[in-house]
């Protein structure tokens, strides 16, 4: 019978908190506990006690995402913590395992999480798929922007803002490529946790065609997320950040891709871009994406794959996948590993390749799978090869 790891009482909930507060180095403030007690309610908490004191714990927020017009289930892993007294005694990893196949059984398709370790994370399963750009500019290089069009108008606002942008987020092709659905509690956490101001864009008719969420630092204007759908929008947007020139001494935009705009600035040298690896994802039920999966062809001739996954038994085997018009056959022919396949490869590397951060191919180039490049090939042909991306963190 599997251990109940699940915290459920008060008593575990402010232990929880105590604990997180000194793995982190964090201190106790009213706006912490209420953000932290806000996000606490929504997810699965985990943990640990020793001589009834709790020594590990981590949380899995049940969440959605949109992967190319899909909405799979996806609960993202955060505060993975342990006691001084008690890390390397393997309780974090027994807490994440638990996680793990209580999102099997309840039908989870992936998960997401930032790592302290991305070695750590690999041994049970996740793999490094998404990337951010960090941009910077100081203040004195800040481009001329002017617009051509003053028909529309641009409102400020606090973090109410975030509910009346929600549905524009959810629209933009980019947020559609393993982002994050946001409900409402999720908005109301955000709230809470930061002191951000939101900037929207409405066009003469009222329509949103776009929006900053940025934060007003000690000497950084710090752009969170910047979205727009139209040129004029992208004008009166950049207006509005240049026109905060001689308030702030650095502007800076961290967007949820590895994209630049040096080729849009006609003095690139001054903006100073750096490629920074985001957060891991993980397939948890391989059968389940596979069969809801955007495939962008309709036809496969059918293709073993000998998948290896240590923590997730139900994923490890060999698999026989096919399309045909556009139908996904998907069958585990054996759970022997030795048997024929055509490829041979861990759940990390069908992860990245299946999510658009790197071809099969180029797995195979760089020793990363096994198997024929013929196989590789006849399947990269069929997957999306946009590269994910995601704005938000737990």
Do not use: C
């Not at 959605?64 to 955060?78: D, L, R, S, W």
């Not at 950049?238 to 935009?253: C, D, L, M, P, Q």
Request: net charge negative.
């Amino acid at each position: 019978m599997t251990e109940n790891l699940r915290l459920t009482t008060d008593e575990d909930r402010e232990a929880f908190y105590q604990l997180y507060q000194y793995a982190f180095n964090r201190q106790d403030t009213p706006q912490r506990r209420t953000f932290f007690m806000d996000r606490y309610q929504h997810g699965w908490i985990y943990g640990l006690h020793d001589h009834d004191k709790l020594v590990s714990g981590l949380y899995s927020l049940p969440l959605q995402v949109n992967f190319h017009g899909i909405k799979y289930a996806m609960n993202g892993i955060g505060d993975v913590m342990s006691a001084p007294e008690y890390s390397g005694r393997g309780g974090a990893g027994k807490l994440l395992t638990t996680a793990l196949n209580e999102m099997a059984a309840n039908h989870i398709e992936l998960s997401y999480l930032a790592p302290f370790s991305y070695g750590y994370y690999r041994k049970f399963g996740y793999e490094q798929v998404f990337n951010h750009t960090r941009q910077t500019i100081a203040a004195k290089d800040l481009p001329r922007i002017q617009p051509t069009d003053f028909s529309g108008t641009m409102t400020r606002y606090d973090n109410e803002g975030l509910k009346l942008v929600n549905d524009f987020y959810a629209a933009q092709p980019i947020n559609q490529r393993g982002g994050v659905i946001r409900p409402d509690w999720w908005l109301h956490y955000l709230s809470l946790k930061h002191s951000w101001s939101i900037a929207i864009y409405r066009n003469a008719a009222g329509k949103i065609e776009g929006y900053l969420i940025y934060e007003r630092q000690a000497t950084t204007f710090a752009i969170q997320e910047w979205a727009t759908s139209t040129p004029v929008a992208f004008e009166r947007l950049a207006n509005f950040v240049t026109k905060h020139g001689t308030t702030f001494e650095t502007f800076s935009y961290e967007g949820p891709s590895d994209e630049h705009g040096l080729d849009l600035l006609a003095d690139p040298y001054p903006l100073n871009v750096q490629t920074v690896p985001y957060m891991m994802a993980r397939i948890v039920l391989l059968h389940d994406f596979i069969k809801k999966y955007p495939f962008t062809g309709t036809d496969l001739a059918p293709v073993r794959l000998a998948i290896t996954d240590e923590t997730l038994a139900q994923n490890q085997g060999i698999w026989e996948l096919q399309l045909v018009a556009g139908k996904v056959t998907l069958n585990r022919v054996s759970t022997d590993l030795t048997k024929r396949s055509d490829l041979q490869l861990s759940i990390q590397q069908l992860t990245k390749a299946l999510f658009g951060t790197r071809s099969l191919a180029s797995e195979h180039q760089h020793g990363q799978i096994m198997g024929e490049l013929a196989a590789a090939q006849r399947l990269d042909a069929v997957l999306a090869h946009e590269k994910p991306a995601l704005i938000d963190y737990f």
